[in-house]
């Protein structure tokens, strides 16, 4: 192992001689990208299948058995779909997700529809009885519980998103932290590669907290803010 200093030291070189910021931003910007994209697929294919019986008895099994494939193994096809740019890079690590991604919307909504979860079929059979319309159920109901669950999911696949950064950053070696633990690896220069190591989990660390926070900004009620109001106001009230 590295001496600890030497790691530390050894960012200062990162930034002079091997663009330390650029390639950071580039990982990160790949990272974005790859998210967005991701979550813009799943969440419309996701619902098709979901909710309309003949589309989950085309797709459902295929896509359980998407999730076996090992992404390593078809770069190749990538690279000849889509060239081996930056593009290439963020379809590869949205595919890596969404099929993480997918059946989880899938099953959420299943969970919804099942009648023995009396805590979550409750509110479709409320949303009937008041007469709504089935745009009304997806935008009151379906929608709100499917993305409030799969919140949570897309913050823990932050970690299995950093390995394919990894691996799509070696293809075409031109930027992104992956790139350069590879070269400099090659190089046996093992402090500079324990301090990118160091750096992945940093920013991974921020990533999750980001998430995190973005989850109680959009689906406070996951948290119960006002039940713990409440709570307060009234231990508050008891000791006077």
Request: proline fraction near 5%; charge should be positive.
């Amino acid at each position: 192992l590295p001496n600890p200093v030497k790691v530390l030291l050894s960012y200062g070189e990162l930034y002079t001689d091997y663009d330390l910021l650029p390639n950071t931003w580039y990982s990160i910007k790949l990272n974005i990208y790859g998210y967005i994209t991701a979550i813009a697929l799943a969440l419309p294919l996701g619902f098709i299948i979901g909710m309309f019986p003949i589309a989950r008895s085309l797709f459902s099994q295929y896509i359980d058995a998407v999730r076996f494939l090992p992404l390593t193994a078809i770069t190749g096809i990538f690279i000849a779909w889509f060239g081996i740019g930056f593009d290439m890079k963020v379809y590869f690590l949205s595919f890596g997700i969404l099929i993480y991604l997918l059946p989880v919307i899938v099953q959420r909504i299943s969970e919804l529809q099942n009648p023995s979860n009396n805590k979550d079929y409750v509110y479709l059979q409320t949303i009937s009885t008041l007469g709504a319309t089935n745009w009304q159920k997806f935008r009151h109901v379906y929608f709100p519980y499917v993305t409030e669950k799969i919140s949570e999911d897309i913050r823990v696949l932050t970690a299995i998103s950093w390995t394919y950064i990894i691996v799509a950053e070696l293809l075409n070696r031109e930027g992104g932290i992956g790139a350069m633990i590879y070269t400099l690896g090659r190089q046996s220069r093992t402090p500079e590669v324990f301090a990118l190591l160091f750096l992945i989990i940093l920013i991974g660390f921020m990533q999750d907290r980001l998430f995190k926070f973005l989850d109680q900004l959009l689906f406070p009620s996951k948290y119960n803010y006002e039940k713990g109001r409440l709570k307060k106001l009234f231990v508050n009230t008891s000791k006077k």
